[in-house]
């Protein structure tokens, strides 16, 4: 379960710091997708951390 968690917490380093990206060369719309993105993949893993 670690290296899962691990994977997900890659993503998301991944997915925020494309959300700053975005931010400053697209539109906000586009920022709102990827830094949600972003947050949904850190609350699937938070939420694995403390269910198992």
């Known amino acids: 379960?670690?290296?899962?968690?691990?994977i997900l917490n890659t993503l998301f380093i991944i997915m925020a710091v494309a959300a700053v990206v975005v931010y400053f060369t697209s539109d906000f719309s586009t920022f709102l997708i990827v830094?949600?993105?972003?947050?949904g993949i850190k609350?699937?893993?938070f939420f694995i951390r403390y269910m198992f």
């Not at 379960?1 to 691990?6: A, G, H, I, S, V």
């Not at 830094?35 to 947050?39: C, D, E, R, S």
């Open 35 to 39: 830094g949600l993105t972003a947050i």
């Open 43 to 45: 609350l699937m893993e």
């Open 1 to 6: 379960m670690d290296k899962f968690r691990t």
